[in-house]
């Protein structure tokens, strides 16, 4: 004799996903601060010319990763400290693990943004043994597995209301176009087709990576014999304003050009007279230059 067993019909899973209780959909547009601090920066220009001094004027810094050597010299909450060992990417991974947890959101400061991405770099060549990820044929999968632990890193921090302040050296190379190679680009220079521009010296995708973080950018150099801070930019010079391009850094009234978008504003000689500056700049109180002329670049090429 045959037994059978009855079942009943298989039931199909509901593609129809689980709301989540705290969800909401805004039912206005977001209002974007006024505050200059709420920001992310990267600041970038000539070396020596006060970029470290000028961020930890920003009074809202709680950790100064200083990753050039014997950069003792302002008044900033410095990591490592004095007698520590020199960071390495693990151990500010580890500094960053305890400022979640032992500190109130503030800001960070990455100085440099181009030595800090080079660790990481060379933590994870180190790990799949070899001096540079720079040619490895794996194709492309240790590259990625240092982009995701980089991006990973710094996302945990940003989601969780902290801010940064990338610093960064200049120098004139071409911008990044697609279809044309390195071995074209001089010649794709002399033509036209590929203008130089002054940016950030951190690596490619660390420099990309840095637009996506920083609300605002700004290169710090000469005009003439004066300290400049280069707010918006141009084909021949990078710089970002952010979505409050119309908000912030107008010219002030009672002088010409009252109300409308300036290119850079005078620093002066002093790192807190740069940052009162800025704070004008951003406040609409401030005076700044219109570019009428050539710019003055004083960067090294590339």
Excluded at 17 to 27: A, K, N, S
Excluded at 186 to 197: F, H, N, S, T, Y
Excluded at 205 to 231: P, T
Excluded at 254 to 278: I, M
Aim: charged letters at 25%; proline letters at 6%.
């Amino acid at each position: 004799m045959t037994f059978t067993t009855k079942t009943g019909r298989r039931k199909t899973p509901s593609t129809v996903p689980t709301v989540q209780d705290d969800l909401v959909i805004p039912d206005q547009p977001n209002e974007p601060s006024n505050d200059l601090t709420s920001y992310s920066w990267c600041i970038y220009g000539e070396k020596g010319i006060g970029k470290t001094s000028l961020a930890a004027e920003f009074p809202d810094v709680v950790a100064h990763f200083m990753w050039e050597p014997a950069r003792r010299d302002t008044r900033s909450p410095i990591i490592p400290q004095r007698g520590e060992p020199p960071l390495t990417w693990p151990r500010m991974k580890g500094y960053l693990q305890k400022l979640l947890t032992d500190r109130q959101p503030g800001r960070i400061i990455v100085d440099t943004l181009d030595l800090c991405a080079r660790a990481c770099q060379k933590y994870h060549a180190a790990l799949v043994g070899v001096e540079s990820l720079n040619g490895i044929k794996d194709n492309g999968r240790a590259w990625d597995t240092m982009k995701c632990d980089w991006e990973n890193t710094w996302s945990e921090l940003l989601w969780g209301n902290w801010r940064l302040t990338l610093l960064s050296h200049a120098r004139v190379r071409p911008k990044v176009v697609r279809g044309i190679s390195r071995d074209n680009m001089k010649a794709a220079l002399d033509d036209g087709v590929v203008i130089p521009e002054t940016q950030p010296t951190a690596s490619g995708w660390a420099y990309e990576w840095s637009k996506s973080v920083c609300s605002f950018a700004a290169y710090m150099g000469w005009h003439g014999r004066d300290r400049i801070l280069r707010i918006r930019g141009d084909e021949q010079l990078y710089a970002s304003s952010g979505g409050v391009a119309d908000l912030h850094f107008l010219q002030k009234k009672g002088v010409e050009g009252a109300g409308k978008p300036y290119d850079y504003l005078p620093l002066g000689d002093s790192p807190k007279t740069a940052y009162r500056t800025l704070l004008d700049g951003w406040n609409n109180k401030a005076e700044g230059v219109f570019l009428t002329t050539e710019t003055y670049y004083h960067v090294e090429s590339d």
